[in-house]
């Protein structure tokens, strides 16, 4: 017996099979350790810049931290103006505490927590709850509904979520059979009743200096330049048109912000909070204020004007049409989009909101239970029926190691490339493993045609077997 086992492992094909079993078996498991997990780092947070979301707290103010019954009592003892010291990510990290609003004895630290995941697995809407949204793009009279405004609308859609660093979140373009397009917005776990009220909303974009608004969305007059690189600078650019009355706020602020004489600067480390080093023709710095663009009270971007430009305000005249000069397209394409998202594209006249369901974690729960229990019930329920068939135990099992194989080389790879695991897709990999159980049947029942007859009479029914199975 021994020796055939051996025989049996020494086999290249069950050496492979071994080995994406391992591998599989590898990428599951999470490997964070004790600790929390930082899910939400709000706006005003003391740690906002420093701390990430994802980076798993290990000690907080000398304590070490293995659960959220070690995390809360601290966080409670916690008073405005503490210093707070949080060892995440293997660095350390020391702030003030804020006062927090709604309780003024509180200290605010701004940080969101959770229990880290045991396994890398990423669950969807069904397994773990969350809200789904479903949005019906109406377009202005006259205008027709078309590929590229339904890209647009999703990505505004994107933009004004991602400002208020929801994560997890999955956006899906459906059309039905009479060719009417809808909008799916899907947020599984903590945080996504969020997602409800933020799709109802226009989406807020203000422009700002030292804190002080000068203009909103409305005053921005469509539609947006496209990104283009100056081949010259190098630098890419988004130009965007404003208002007069815009454009006159845009430069009596400004000008009313900046010293008598802006200091001179080569970084903006030189430069007091709120201003940046603004370059010349000539390469000098200036430190002026920063302009700042925010999308629903969370800042997007920030630069101080050129100085070409602060000039010209100088001089009392006002600029309607503004360029943004970025580094990379990529950072150009997010400015382009803010600006689209302080409010929908012209062609959209509303969002109307099809329908809005929520599924609690706890439901979320039980469904993920009760999906493990059913996928577990049909292996036992196969291994059965395989037993009452052949009777015999070195046909069943093998049979059975193959299709759990399958389910677990399935989860490693759902694991590695971030695949959401749903009830379809549970259901979808029991019907894989049916499928490739059947397959075995067949083959086996093939080769005990021929199991007493000659070599080639093996090769020929594991040809049938195989041309059954195509």
Do not use: H
Not at 220 to 241: A, E, Y
Request: aromatic share 8%; with cysteine; net charge negative.
């Amino acid at each position: 017996m021994a020796k055939k086992i051996t025989q049996i492992l020494k086999n290249k094909k069950v050496l492979i099979l071994i080995l994406f079993l391992l591998f599989a078996v590898g990428m599951i498991p999470s490997y964070k350790g004790a600790g929390v997990e930082i899910t939400y780092i709000a706006a005003d947070s003391p740690f906002k810049g420093s701390l990430d979301e994802g980076m798993i707290i290990r000690e907080m103010q000398g304590v070490k931290i293995i659960s959220l019954e070690d995390y809360a009592p601290i966080m409670e003892s916690i008073k405005p103006n503490d210093t707070v010291s949080i060892v995440a990510g293997k660095q350390f990290y020391e702030k003030t505490a804020a006062v927090d609003s709604a309780n003024p004895e509180q200290g605010f630290i701004g940080l969101r927590v959770k229990e880290p995941p045991k396994n890398r697995l990423a669950l969807g809407l069904d397994l773990q709850g969350g809200a789904r949204v479903v949005l019906s793009p109406i377009t202005a009279e006259g205008v027709e509904f078309n590929d590229t405004v339904f890209d647009t609308t999703t990505q505004v859609l994107m933009t004004r979520l991602n400002a208020y660093a929801l994560k997890n979140i999955v956006i899906r373009q459906i059309t039905d059979i009479d060719d009417n397009r809808y909008i799916i917005i899907e947020m599984p776990g903590e945080g996504s009743e969020k997602v409800v009220e933020l799709v109802k909303s226009v989406g807020k974009f203000e422009l700002r200096i030292l804190n002080e608004t000068v203009f909103t969305g409305d005053s921005i007059i469509p539609p947006i330049g496209l990104p283009t690189q100056d081949f010259q600078t190098g630098q890419w650019r988004v130009s965007f048109t404003i208002d007069n009355t815009a454009a006159g706020q845009l430069r009596d602020s400004f000008i009313s912000k900046v010293p008598e004489s802006p200091s001179t600067c080569s970084s903006g480390d030189e430069c007091t909070d709120g201003f940046s080093c603004s370059r010349g023709f000539a390469g000098s710095g200036m430190c002026l204020p920063s302009i700042e663009m925010f999308l629903d009270d969370q800042k997007t971007f920030s630069a101080p004007p050129a100085q070409s430009l602060y000039e010209t305000w100088k001089f009392g005249e006002a600029s309607k049409n503004l360029v943004v000069e970025t580094n990379s397209q990529e950072s150009a394409k997010q400015v382009e989009v803010v600006l689209e998202a302080g409010r929908l594209p012209t062609q959209i006249k509303s969002l109307n909101i099809i329908s809005q369901d929520y599924v609690d974690p706890k439901l979320g729960r039980d469904f993920l239970r009760g999906a493990v229990i059913a996928g577990m019930a049909a292996i036992l329920a196969v291994g059965l029926v395989l037993l009452v068939r052949y009777r015999n135990l070195k046909i069943v099992i093998p049979i059975l190691f193959t299709g759990v194989s399958e389910v677990i080389i399935i989860l490693g790879v759902a694991s590695l490339i971030k695949w959401s695991i749903d009830l379809p897709a549970i259901a979808g990999i029991i019907a894989s493993v049916g499928t490739g159980v059947e397959q075995q049947i067949i083959i086996t029942d093939e080769l005990l045609k021929g199991i007493n007859g000659e070599r080639w009479a093996l090769k020929k029914q594991t040809k049938v077997a195989f041309g059954i199975i195509m």
